[in-house]
């Protein structure tokens, strides 16, 4: 597994997410790596653990550096300390097992969450972006080689509106309490893009990940007009601010997104679009209907990677490659992250075939 070595290049990667323009070999990205599974390479690689207890900062990132650059991605992801939302969550037992197992696994409470009221908006503990904690985004950015960049998170806009509103409450204040889901969705926003300007001004973020999912199956979570007008426009505000920094915005966003794929491209206008899964459409379709004007991420299913062999994960990677990567603008990855339940030995056989592929290549 992953014998081929791989050189980090940023701004290959860059190029790769660029319709139009033809990488020079198989580039790899992901939302996040589960702890656990980090871990797990971590032991299978004989590399240090950036998740075991006790770790000073800077071995931490050090550990994490070493692991994503053997992997062969290009970017590490870092998320800056001091920016969360208070929310309730619901919490089960984790039914992975074995030593990928978290031990147990929470969710948001879709029901009703901890803002119902105005008085619950006026007290609630909001994160103030002058407090943000940089400190290790200013450790990697003086010690993350020269061919890797960083990458983080923003923009949860309706994230934050159904985890502090729950989804059902959510739903019933569109029409109960609009002014309760105005003032949220115009909070959340200026907190976002503010979040948002801070990442820019540190020099190797080279990549602001919008992170919204805005859909399920068979459509969007709410109604396409209600995104357009409470949702999008975060997005669109934080696209800008990256571009006018000279970074590129991603999207990751769940579901059936049809309805509004033409606002996240010609609007919004996100550079390159994640999340996908098979049982909405498979990768090689999703190519063909926006593979031109817009870059993809991912799409080797996550359910498939739990249940396939190794044939067939091959098989699938090559034949995604296959249809992706001519005409530019597609980067192999999952369909959506790579959670603690996938079995390691399927997520390294899809790392170690995207990386056959570029040798067979020629790359």
């Not at 980090?8 to 656990?36: C, I, M, N, Q």
């Not at 992706?324 to 075939?353: K, Q």
Request: net charge negative; proline share 5%; charged share 25%.
């Amino acid at each position: 597994m992953l014998d081929s070595p791989v050189t980090p290049d940023w701004r290959g990667l860059l190029d790769a997410l660029t319709p139009g323009r033809s990488p020079a070999r198989v580039h790899h990205l992901e939302l996040f790596l589960d702890g656990e599974v980090r871990s797990a390479v971590a032991r299978r690689l004989g590399l240090a653990d950036p998740e075991a207890p006790g770790l000073a900062m800077a071995d931490r990132l050090g550990a994490e550096i070493a692991l994503v650059r053997r992997l062969g991605y290009d970017v590490v992801r870092c998320q800056p300390g001091r920016w969360e939302y208070p929310r309730k969550n619901l919490v089960t037992a984790d039914t992975t097992g074995g030593e990928q197992s978290k031990g147990d696994r929470s969710w948001v409470d879709e029901g009703f969450g901890v803002i119902r009221t105005m008085a619950d908006f006026e007290r609630y503990p909001w994160p103030d972006p002058d407090k943000i904690d940089f400190t290790a985004m200013e450790w990697l950015h003086d010690h993350l080689p020269e061919d890797m960049a960083i990458y983080a998170l923003t923009a949860h806009q309706l994230e934050q509106l159904v985890w502090l509103m729950g989804y059902e409450g959510l739903c019933m204040a569109m029409y109960d309490d609009p002014a309760l889901v105005d003032a949220m969705a115009t909070r959340i926003e200026e907190l976002e893009t503010a979040f948002t300007r801070r990442l820019v001004q540190w020099e190797r973020v080279r990549l602001v990940w919008g992170s919204d999912d805005m859909g399920y199956k068979t459509g969007t979570m709410v109604q396409a007009q209600f995104l357009r007008e409470k949702v999008l426009p975060c997005h669109r505000a934080c696209a800008r601010i990256a571009h006018d920094a000279g970074r590129t915005y991603l999207l990751h966003s769940c579901g059936r997104l049809d309805q509004i794929m033409d606002d996240l491209i010609d609007d919004v206008k996100v550079d390159a679009k994640h999340s996908f899964e098979d049982v909405i459409r498979p990768m090689p379709e999703t190519k063909r209907l926006w593979g031109r004007r817009v870059g993809l991420i991912g799409g080797i299913d996550v359910d498939f990677l739990c249940r396939a062999d190794e044939a067939a994960i091959r098989a699938r990677v090559r034949q995604t490659l296959d249809a992706c990567l001519p005409g530019g603008g597609y980067v192999l990855g999952t369909g959506n992250s790579v959670a603690n339940y996938i079995p390691l030995d399927n997520y390294l056989t899809m790392l170690d075939e995207g990386r056959r592929y570029a040798v067979a290549a020629g790359a």
